[in-house]
């Protein structure tokens, strides 16, 4: 038999709901027996009291080993799938499972709550994965389910309908927006999140990386995916001015670079800046590495970040979240020009290699004295061996260099990077590869840069007499289009992701384009103002506001002043509300007493509503019921929260018609 206590099937079926739907976008994460076991312990949990209504308390002895058998059952299960039991994924895998389990043995209010609560915080769990504005509304909605389900729980006498139980808690989460706003905007921040997670959270991504070889940029130009946004405070620069600095590479077998030895934080050689600076703020996307890029060339420092001895912008720890950080970039300069320290690494080549390479080398040398007409005859020599910019060159056999210089003749940014440092080495000129991003998409909407993984670049750098490192880009020489129009003009069909058909209706394709800007502008202000809304995002914009001295003290001052403001504000609304409900019937209660008093029964100051009416009802037995009913329905207005409008009325007639046989009898 079913006890006020014990959870009903619509108890059963709104926790189910809920937890079933806060679990779903970590089906796809987690191997296939784990969501088959949850949903099999919902529908078990629904089915019994449907089918076998005395289960719980005929089958105790057999609940119990049940239980104990599914508890290690899904440990192991999870330990036999990843290996482990720490961990991110682990942890999501194990609250999966305890939530369908916890709901599976629920019987009672206490067991109701705990599972609630569990999905909760399965709700919180999905944004250990994803933080785009689709989860976050997906997750308001089961949180209204889950909230809704607690409504119907407390809903004893079923008064509200669906519909209107949807709407008290909704009502109830909007309540609470104006807290939620002052502790997101006043809560004081800190650099990092409050505690650690697991390395199973971070994977790699795709991305610019400390090596390079033939395909590894080319790869790259099939991602649509955003490295990075940038707004500049100022007009934005022109798209051949946009060389966003990243991985230094300086040495090579012949086929691949990389970056030498490990790059610690060094003090650079002084850079001698002309003209004016340009200031920019970037939000750059997680790439699980350490590389931060800039405008060459970069003049401060961000906060907990350092240079390399050659220039690289990097973070102590790697990039995991969306990160925003303001840079000061000049874009003439002079690198290093009186320091020799790293010359003999830029001139370093594998033994026996490139044979026809070095043979061209020798003969500029022999021609030209200075390295800056040595470096203008090979870029002059590229320009006029008709060499093709190509995603797709054709497969070289043998010496990658001379195969590419001699033969082929095609190739993308990173073929020419390459086969330039290489020539400029074998002449006498130090050289480097740069890598990072050259260009950007601009977004009208927001007035802002986009820079996407197809915007990759390489290019090369050689030290010349008197001016340093010198930023020299072969491919600008071969596709100048390339660099003053960007990738999607110089090899039209390298994008893809692009819908089919689209860029053969200018139309459509315009259409496409807003609608993907928009989108684009929509999810950057989200990243800039809820994701990116750290410490110096918050000094900022409270600055703006109007206050001062921005620190955890005064931050905890302002934040509880204004939730003092809000409770009281929500205190007396609720005080206002009670008092307009109650008001009324005090008012009819109070015609009561006084027919009461005018039949000999004087109501005492000291006594309360039911003192009275037992008073009364012992000296008129024939008034009883009327008396006792009256006051009954008095109280519950006056001091329960379960009432509505009906109960009024209903108080209301009962007087009128009390006092109606009130004077009958007399």
């Known amino acids: 038999m079913e006890t006020k206590e014990q959870l009903n099937l619509n108890h059963i079926i709104w926790l189910a709901l809920g937890v079933a739907l806060a679990s779903l976008p970590h089906w796809q994460r987690l191997p296939l027996w784990i969501p088959i076991a949850h949903i099999s312990l919902l529908a078990a949990r629904i089915y019994i009291p449907l089918q076998l209504p005395d289960f719980w308390s005929q089958q105790k002895g057999t609940i119990n080993i049940i239980r104990v058998l599914i508890m290690f059952a899904g440990v192991a299960g999870v330990y036999g799938s990843f290996g482990s039991l720490t961990g991110r994924d682990v942890g999501v895998a194990l609250l999966v499972l305890l939530a369908g389990f916890k709901i599976f043995e629920s019987k009672g209010k206490r067991d109701f709550y705990i599972s609630t609560y569990l999905g909760y915080f399965l709700i919180i769990t999905n944004f250990f994965y994803t933080q785009t504005i689709p989860t976050a509304i997906y997750m308001m909605i089961i949180i209204i389910i889950m909230t809704t389900g607690l409504v119907a729980f407390n809903d004893t006498e079923q008064q509200l309908t669906l519909i209107k139980r949807f709407k008290f808690s909704t009502t109830l989460l909007l309540q609470a927006v104006p807290i939620l706003l002052i502790l997101f905007a006043l809560f004081p921040r800190v650099n990092g999140p409050l505690w650690g997670m697991p390395k199973d959270a971070f994977t790699s991504t795709t991305g610019i990386d400390d090596q390079m070889s033939p395909g590894t940029i080319s790869n790259l130009v099939q991602s649509r995916d955003v490295a990075f946004r940038v707004t500049f ?74 240079f390399t001895n050659d220039y690289q912008l990097k973070t102590h720890e790697p990039i995991r979240k969306r990160q925003a950080y303001t840079l000061s970039s000049y874009s003439s300069f002079h690198i290093n020009k009186d320091d020799y320290s790293n010359l003999e690494r830029g001139l370093t080549l594998p033994e026996l290699s490139h044979p026809k ?77 740069v890598t990072g991003y050259q260009g950007g998409e601009v977004n009208p909407l927001g007035n802002y840069l986009i820079v996407r993984q197809y915007d990759a670049h390489a290019w090369a750098e050689v030290w010349l007499e008197e001016q340093g490192w010198v930023r020299i880009d072969p491919t600008a020489i071969v596709s100048p289009v390339r660099i003053n129009e960007g990738i999607d003009d110089a090899i039209p069909d390298a994008i893809i992701n692009i819908p089919l058909g689209l860029k053969n209706n200018a139309m459509a394709y315009r259409l496409w384009q807003k609608m993907r800007n928009t989108v684009d502008m929509v999810n950057y202000q989200w990243a800039q103002w809820v994701l990116g809304y750290g410490p110096e995002r918050q000094k900022r914009f409270l600055s703006n506001l109007g206050f001062k001295a921005i620190n955890w003290k005064t931050l905890s001052f302002y934040l509880f002043v204004f939730l003092g403001i809000i409770v009281a504000a929500i205190s007396a609304y609720i005080f206002k509300r009670t008092l307009n409900t109650t008001e009324p019937a005090k008012i009819y209660y109070n015609k009561f007493c006084a027919k009461l008093a005018m039949a000999g029964f004087q109501r005492k100051s000291y006594e309360g509503p039911v003192d009275y009416a037992n008073r009364v009802s012992t000296m008129r037995q024939d008034l009883r019921t009327d008396i006792q009913n009256i006051t009954n329905l008095y109280v519950l207005i006056r001091y329960c929260s379960k009432f509505n409008d009906n109960k009024l009325f209903q108080l209301k007639a009962a007087i009128k018609s009390f006092t109606s046989a009130k004077e009958t009898s007399n």
């Open 357 to 433: 390479t070095r043979e061209l080398a020798s003969k500029l040398r022999g021609q030209f004295k200075k390295p800056t007409l040595i470096v203008q005859a090979a870029l002059e020599w590229f320009k006029s061996e008709d060499f093709v910019y190509t995603l797709k060159p054709p497969l070289i056999s043998g010496d990658m260099i001379d195969g590419f210089l001699f033969n082929t003749h095609q190739g993308f940014c990173e073929h020419y990077a390459a086969a330039f440092t290489v020539l400029m080495r074998a002449a006498g000129i130090p050289a480097r590869i």
């Open 233 to 306: 405070e100022d007009t934005i620069p022109q798209q051949s001015k946009l060389y966003w600095r990243g991985p230094v590479l300086w040495q090579t077998d012949g086929r691949k670079w990389t970056s030498g030895k490990d790059h610690s934080e060094q003090e650079p050689a002084a850079i001698e800046f002309i003209g004016q600076a340009t200031r920019y703020d970037i939000t750059i996307e997680p790439s699980n590495k350490k590389w931060l890029f800039g405008l060459e060339m970069v003049s401060e420092l961000p906060a907990n970040t350092f």
